[in-house]
């Protein structure tokens, strides 16, 4: 067995392993789970699952350089620190390259811009060996990370489809209805397939907009009156 690292309060430590990822292990005095590393220098380490989590939200590779120190709180609870010991390479941006364009015609089709109230979130972390197999989903319904499910993704679709579907309705009766009066008052107005794609991209952005602002102004209201609950699933504090 290689000598093992040890860990003192207030005494940072740079090391660097030989894994991207610890092995579980079983503590001989319970409690915690630990991970065992290989450390360059023909040494190992046990980490903690709370240290070895961190390493893997700093996304570590084997062979970086990582300092490591052993905090306590004001308590008596034990917290850790880490820092990489050389700062990481930021990629270099491409350069910049604009190819020129050409007008575009009134009556092209105008793009709808890209979905901007209703993004995604970046995958949780995978913990396996500490957090447990996730807990099964109900079907129609996905997980963001935080324990809450939300809505399909083909029926928020369906129903996002719908909103565009009423917002170009609503650009194109606006239009017509809005050309009959001017020219019933002498003022001849006529609007392109442009004009009233631009009307329905307008219409839709607000009424994403109010939607989301209605959703916080619930959701306000229900921890006011100590519902507990928002959108159905219990709420923490």
């Not at 090391?15 to 023909?42: H, I, P």
């Not at 190992?44 to 120190?69: D, F, H, K, W």
């Not at 001017?182 to 107005?189: E, K, Q, V």
């Not at 209201?221 to 507990?228: E, I, S, W």
Request: glycine share 8%; net charge neutral; with cysteine.
């Amino acid at each position: 067995m290689p000598p093992k690292v040890k860990f003192e309060f207030d005494q940072p430590q740079t090391l660097a392993f030989t894994q991207d990822r610890g092995k579980a292990v079983e503590s001989r005095f319970g409690g915690e789970a630990q991970f065992f590393r290989n450390v360059e220098g023909l040494k190992c380490a046990y980490l903690p699952a709370s240290l070895e989590r961190m390493l893997l939200q700093m996304n570590y590779r084997a062979g970086e350089s990582v300092v490591i120190t052993k905090r306590k709180t004001a308590s008596g609870a034990t917290y850790w620190e880490t820092d990489f010991a050389v700062e990481r390479p930021q990629p270099k941006p491409a350069p910049e390259h604009r190819e020129p364009t050409a007008p575009v015609p009134r009556s092209r089709p105008i793009a709808f811009p890209p979905n901007k109230y209703f993004s995604g979130e970046p995958p949780a972390l995978q913990f396996p060996e500490v957090d447990g197999p996730a807990p099964a989903k109900s079907p129609g319904s996905a997980d963001h990370g935080n324990g809450a499910a939300v809505a399909d993704p083909t029926a928020m679709h369906h129903a996002m489809a719908s909103v565009l579907q009423s917002c170009l309705c609503a650009a194109i009766d606006a239009g017509r209805e809005a050309q009959t009066y001017a020219g019933a008052h002498g003022f001849p107005l006529t609007f392109g397939p442009g004009e009233i794609q631009a009307m329905a991209i307008s219409l839709y952005i607000q009424q994403s907009k109010q939607a989301n602002i209605n959703l916080m102004h619930r959701n306000d209201t229900l921890r006011a009156n100590g519902a507990g609950r928002v959108n159905g699933h219990a709420s923490t504090h």
